[in-house]
């Protein structure tokens, strides 16, 4: 089709993941590094959530490339499986032969497989595709296979991708033994604009481009509008406009090209981004010659895309990681902000002069109004921190941080104890707590000094406290 007309060696924006067109920007290589050394270095249930068409799936084969070779993998891409199916697909992953066997002799088996495994160093991660799609009973029975363990170590690592609807599933009472198990969450935020025309462009290369960017500004900015940032919409739209562009025998993309793929994939911007009303598109006046020949291809390719049409809500665009990485020096962490001093509001009363020669006493003069009682001061060190988050997004000089943990289960009490912990480390100056949303849930995102490249942020993790590299999965946090 375009392929020829743009220098393309094979279609840039397919749908279908394949690993050769994995973006490493907006934050996808950074949970991708804490992923592998999640699994490489601690034990837990890892949760990956994110919206329909975020990139879970690419995530997860390059997750299945980036593995070390004493991990073995267990791939689930069906969730719905019973009970019974999913201990047959996890022995079928082991090797073993059950077919036919009871339950109860299947558990056992997998059981001393994995113990044969542990003996030769070996680790075993089973990894959930559409983890929100699994029964509850088939998801009971992954946490009873998870508990299993020799000594202190845990034969078998879980983690489960899914859309939101899997934190909602997890929200239930008898989801809450799960739950509690899971010691890492990493959340597929959408794709801001800033990162959008990298995305394109990395695409277009990886498939053989080697001209300018063919992406107007007013094309970018209404794919991100329509495509809400979710990378499955964004390439429908670019596939889709790089064929209009095709047929009008033009090289460079514009907005009249976005719309006709807009409408071929009955795409439109959500009404929240008061996207400005545009003229019709215009008719695309072909040779005689090329009328068939463009008729046919826009036919395959509704025939062919359109299936892959979803609706999802908007969600605020992540914090996209396009900075330059060029070698600066570490940022100062700033200091810790300090509750404000409780100040006296002193109360000024105009004095009046005297009368001159008065014939009556003046009347007593009203009392001074009470000074007003100063704001009580941010005793906890929960809420000193929080200040200091605060104030560190403030910051403009400021790229990035090193992210501790995140939780969407916002309990100051919990991390008011990290926070004694950190402050008995002589730690507490560079730890900063900075609000976050994880789908409709208000969190916490817990991070670690301030850094003015990403490159030094990421430089910065060999120094952090060796209980803090044991304990948490490291990522880069890009304001």
Not at 20 to 37: C, H, K, M, P, Q
Not at 317 to 328: F, K, N
């Amino acid at each position: 089709m375009y392929l020829d007309h743009f220098g393309l060696n094979e279609p840039p924006f397919r749908i279908t993941p394949s690993t050769t067109f994995f973006f490493s920007g907006a934050n996808r290589g950074e949970i991708l590094d804490a992923l592998v050394y999640s699994l490489s270095e601690s034990e837990g249930i890892i949760k990956v959530s994110g919206e329909v068409g975020s990139g879970k799936t690419m995530l997860c084969r390059m997750l299945l490339e980036r593995l070390p070779g004493h991990i073995n993998t267990i791939y689930l891409a069906n969730p719905s499986l019973s009970r019974e199916e999913m201990l047959y697909a996890i022995a079928d992953g082991l090797g073993l032969k059950v077919e036919g066997e009871r339950v109860g002799i299947i558990m056992h088996g997998i059981q001393s497989k994995l113990e044969e495994k542990a003996r030769e160093g070996k680790r075993v991660v089973v990894l959930v595709d559409e983890a929100h799609a699994m029964p509850p009973d088939t998801l009971e029975e992954l946490r009873l296979l998870y508990n299993l363990q020799v000594g202190n170590f845990k034969l078998l690592q879980l983690i489960l991708f899914g859309q939101p609807e899997l934190n909602n599933k997890l929200e239930q009472p008898n989801m809450r033994q799960l739950k509690d198990r899971i010691v890492h969450h990493f959340n597929m935020q959408p794709m801001s604009h800033n990162a959008l025309e990298s995305y394109l462009m990395f695409r277009m290369r990886a498939a053989g481009y080697h001209g300018p960017n063919v992406f107007s500004p007013q094309a970018l900015k209404l794919i991100g509008r329509a495509s809400e940032g979710l990378m499955r919409r964004i390439n429908i739209l670019a596939d889709k406009s790089l064929l209009a562009a095709f047929v009008e025998d033009t090289h460079n993309i514009e907005p009249r090209h976005v719309q006709a793929a807009m409408r071929d994939s009955e795409l439109q911007p959500s009404r929240k981004l008061r996207l400005p009303s545009m003229p019709p598109m215009p008719s695309i006046n072909l040779p005689p010659a090329g009328i068939l020949a463009g008729g046919a291809i826009a036919a395959l390719l509704l025939v062919g895309l359109t299936a892959w049409w979803t609706t999802d809500k908007p969600q605020s665009p992540a914090p996209q990681a396009q900075l330059a990485a060029a070698t600066m020096p570490t940022a100062a962490t700033p200091e810790p902000v300090a509750p404000p001093p409780a100040t006296e509001q002193a109360t000024i009363v105009p004095v009046a002069p005297a009368p001159a020669q008065a014939e009556e006493p003046a009347p007593p003069a009203a009392p001074a109004p009470a000074p007003a009682p100063a704001p009580a001061p941010a005793t906890s060190l929960f809420d000193q921190r929080l200040a200091a988050g605060k104030k560190l997004l403030a910051q403009k000089n400021v790229a990035a941080s090193i992210q501790l943990f995140s939780t969407e289960d916002l309990q100051p009490k919990r991390v008011e104890g990290f926070l004694k912990r950190a402050d008995g480390l002589g730690k507490l100056p560079q730890i900063y707590l900075v609000p976050a949303r994880f789908g409709d849930k208000e969190g916490l995102r817990v991070l670690y000094g301030a850094y003015l490249t990403v490159e030094a942020a990421r430089n910065a993790i060999k120094d952090l406290p060796p209980r803090y590299q044991e304990s948490f999965a490291t990522a880069i946090h890009v304001f």
